[in-house]
């Protein structure tokens, strides 16, 4: 994966896990092929395999929920959603909120530095239609949480990220 902002959700776990089952070795070898889109959604149906496997009162794994007391009245928290990790930050004083944040998962995938420009940088097509094609792939493997589209520089040579919420 690339330094700088970082990929979030499924896969992210998966490689930065310890997980060695044959699941995890077919989804790592994906992406060292540069399949990205499909060791995305092979990770994703792993997750879901594992979890779907899980007891019914075994509930999330602990780490995926968190939170921490940063102090002055300001709280932070973190809980795993399936795009990743999604952080909320509150701060409060004489029982008025002052300050409310989110960070969401698209934000950390779609960032200028993020998984999609990685991807999608030198992205090799042999025409605009096909690498439009293979970019809508790229973006819709990462699953984005709001509407995106998908524009082109002056020159029409390169995709130009997406637009957030």
Known sequence: MSEGAVETGPL????GGSEDGAAAQEIRQLWDQGRRPAARLAARCAELTRLAA?????GLPPDWVGGANLGSGTGLARVETARGPLLHILQVKDERILHYGIIAPTEWNFHPQGAFITDVTGLQAPDREA???LAEGLALSLDPCVEW?????EGGEAPRG???A
């Open 12 to 15: 992210a776990r998966l490689l």
């Open 131 to 133: 690498a439009r094609h």
């Open 149 to 153: 589209s998908l524009t082109w520089d």
């Open 162 to 164: 997406g637009r957030h």
């Open 54 to 58: 899980q007891a019914p009162d075994q």
